[in-house]
């Protein structure tokens, strides 16, 4: 029920991750406990084409990923929660897709905002060893 584009309310924070399927991955991030989750959307990103279609995307001439727009309240629920979340939900050494689907469109990766998540993220790296981690 709440809107899915900004201005959010004030002390809300954004986090964008690829794991794998969107719609899935959407489903996921709601199903974490509290109410901390406030609107989540489904796109591309880390691509270098505008505005691609889902046959661009799917084609993996458009460089895109499945992606999913998380903003949450850290008041409530904490980033670190939900990094924990995408560590969880997929295994990002299977490359380029996640179970059976398949494609550059399903690579991983975690999108920050701020500092704070840069280096939270990056903490989390250590020891993932050589990946097809899409990165930060």
Not at 39 to 44: I, L
Not at 73 to 87: A, C, H, M, Q
């Given at each position: 029920?709440?809107?899915?584009?900004?201005?959010?309310?004030?002390?809300h924070k954004v986090a964008v991750f690829a794991n794998g399927c969107f719609w899935g991955s959407e489903k996921g991030i709601w199903r974490l406990p509290g109410d901390g989750i406030y609107?989540?959307?489904?796109?591309?990103a880390a691509g270098f084409?505008?505005?691609?279609?889902?046959?661009?995307?799917?084609?993996?001439?458009?460089?895109?990923?499945?992606?999913?727009?998380?903003?949450?309240?850290?008041?409530?629920?904490?980033?670190?929660?939900?990094?924990?979340?995408?560590?969880?939900?997929?295994?990002?050494?299977?490359?380029?897709g996640q179970g059976n689907d398949r494609g550059t469109q399903y690579r991983s990766g975690f999108y920050y905002f701020d500092e704070e998540q840069?280096?939270?993220i990056e903490e989390a790296l250590t020891g993932v060893g050589d990946s097809d981690y899409d990165g930060v």
């Open positions: 029920g709440n809107k899915m584009e900004g201005p959010w309310p004030e002390g609107t989540t959307a489904v796109g591309y084409t505008p505005n691609p279609t889902y046959e661009e995307a799917c084609s993996g001439r458009s460089g895109h990923t499945e992606a999913v727009q998380v903003v949450y309240d850290p008041e409530k629920i904490s980033f670190v929660d939900i990094l924990r979340w995408f560590w969880e939900a997929h295994d990002p050494t299977q490359g380029m840069k280096a939270l």
